[in-house]
């Protein structure tokens, strides 16, 4: 009996995660809308709390449980905390965006726990099935959040796109992993390494199953040429729900590469870094090129989303353990920068209003000096401008990929990152050299402004100080 419950052990955040969404899900029916902060103030609590567990449960060496499908490491452990605090921050920005459109309901609070659930599934997941199950949870919560403004035709038609490729995404995902089992005859990410350096000669149904995985993980990552849901979903959605979407399901979606191309089939590099390379490049170019060309602030950091995506691929290329680690450092970093761009939108927005057009940040200087520093600190980040904290994270990369021989892939990179400047320095030209059409005042929450504060502080100070959060990623992942 102790060995059994010493199996669900490295299980209890996930365990306690379940319990609170479960608890809120059914806690939720019997409050009145006066009272629906008490949902509100559970999730929060559910974030600090998982935190605290994962914390507590910590491995100094990996364990694999359940029959080699859940492990529990130091990377799995630091991803998490980093979900939870992503997902904190969503609630805190989202909380007074949601009750301005009478979209304040437990159902909200509920799948995003649910998601949250998902995301942690995907991290620990160390076998194909246990994956895949944690990808499908994640999936269908966000589908279920873009639709949440149910009289909203424009949220609707998203929501619809997002499930139709999404789920066009899956079957090719789940067909990749029939095929990798037909070829190794197992699930489990080990034993499927195992079978690989095994392998003498080229396994036909093997390579094309790698190659239905690398297709349905652009799909979810967004990457050109599977980006065609990015801009819709990002445009359609309520800002409160685009802005979660945007950010911790990134960090799920890093873990899921790394233990699936990594773990799993890291002796197949020279096969999936080719694909790799031309899914990074075309997100790179179309993804900078197009955003160039929109007006609408939430389209063009979809576009932006899809080039960061660029180059979040070229640390796994690398296939190295520097550059796992850098792609691991970039993907927080975004998370983190997106976080704030989005939340800026959120805090411009207020009822009948969404604060989405490039021009409804026209004067923001005149009107709030410190809120148009944060957006300059943001904007300066997500460009690569030192010191921020976006420049030592496409620095991480550049040179993981450099010390490869890949010295031609860096130059498309540093290039297109020369290119997706413009349209964020044109953003900042908006905010202190145009006089404001919207004189109205910013109406922010006392905790969303100091959250806000917070986040841009933080870009700032990680750009000017980068070696712990760096040497942190170095560390999981040797």
């Not at 010493?6 to 806690?27: G, K, Q, R, Y």
């Not at 002796?267 to 694909?275: A, G, I, K, S, V």
Request: with cysteine; hydrophobic share 60%.
């Amino acid at each position: 009996m102790t060995v059994a419950l010493s199996e669900f052990a490295p299980l209890l955040p996930e365990i306690f995660i379940l319990t609170m969404a479960c608890a809120v899900l059914i806690i939720d029916l019997y409050l009145t809308d006066k009272n629906r902060h008490i949902s509100y103030l559970l999730a929060l609590a559910t974030m600090a709390g998982a935190g605290i567990v994962t914390y507590i449960v910590m491995p100094t060496t990996p364990e694999i449980v359940l029959a080699g499908t859940f492990i529990s490491d130091q990377m799995s452990a630091v991803l998490k905390m980093f979900v939870y605090l992503i997902t904190a921050g969503v609630l805190v920005y989202s909380r007074q965006y949601l009750v301005e459109r009478d979209l304040f309901k437990g159902e909200f609070y509920v799948l995003v726990l649910f998601a949250v659930l998902g995301m942690m599934v995907m991290i620990s997941g160390h076998n194909m099935l246990s994956i895949y199950l944690g990808l499908e949870l994640l999936s269908l919560c966000l589908y279920a959040l873009v639709a949440l403004q149910r009289d909203s035709s424009t949220a609707v038609e998203a929501a619809m796109k997002y499930f139709v490729l999404g789920a066009l995404a899956s079957g090719m995902l789940l067909y990749g992993m029939s095929m990798i089992y037909g070829a190794s005859g197992s699930l489990d990410l080990m034993e499927i390494a195992e079978h690989i350096k095994g392998v003498q000669e080229k396994d036909l149904v093997l390579l094309l199953g790698v190659v239905f995985i690398i297709v349905g993980l652009a799909f979810k990552l967004g990457a050109v040429p599977f980006h065609m849901w990015v801009p819709d979903v990002y445009h359609g959605a309520p800002t409160a729900i685009t802005l979660f979407i945007s950010t911790a399901p990134k960090i799920a979606g890093f873990a899921i590469i790394i233990r699936l191309m990594a773990d799993g089939m890291g002796d197949l590099q020279h096969y999936w870094q080719d694909f790799l390379i031309v899914i990074a490049v075309l997100s790179l170019i179309i993804g900078n090129i197009i955003a160039i060309a929109q007006t609408n602030l939430k389209r063009m950091l979809a576009y932006s989303t899809i080039a960061h995506m660029g180059f979040l691929l070229l640390g796994i290329i690398a296939g190295t353990a520097e550059g796992y680690s850098a792609a691991m450092f970039y993907t927080i970093a975004y998370a983190i920068m997106g976080l704030g761009a989005f939340g800026m939108i959120i805090l411009l927005s207020r009822a009948g209003f969404e604060a989405d057009r490039l021009e409804d940040f026209k004067g923001l200087n005149d009107r709030s000096p410190w809120y148009a520093f944060i957006m300059l600190i943001i904007m300066f980040s997500m460009a690569g401008v030192p010191p921020a904290l976006g420049f030592w994270a496409k620095l991480a990369v550049l040179e993981s990929v450099v010390n490869v021989g890949l010295t031609w892939l860096a130059i498309i990179a540093v290039v297109m990152s020369i290119v997706g400047a413009f349209y964020y320095i044109r953003l900042i030209k908006l905010m202190y050299f145009d006089k404001a059409e919207d004189t109205a005042l910013i109406e922010g929450t006392l905790d969303l402004k100091a959250i806000l504060s917070a986040n841009g502080i933080a870009i700032l100070a990680l750009g000017i100080f980068p070696g712990a959060l760096l040497a942190i990623c170095t560390n999981v992942m040797l």
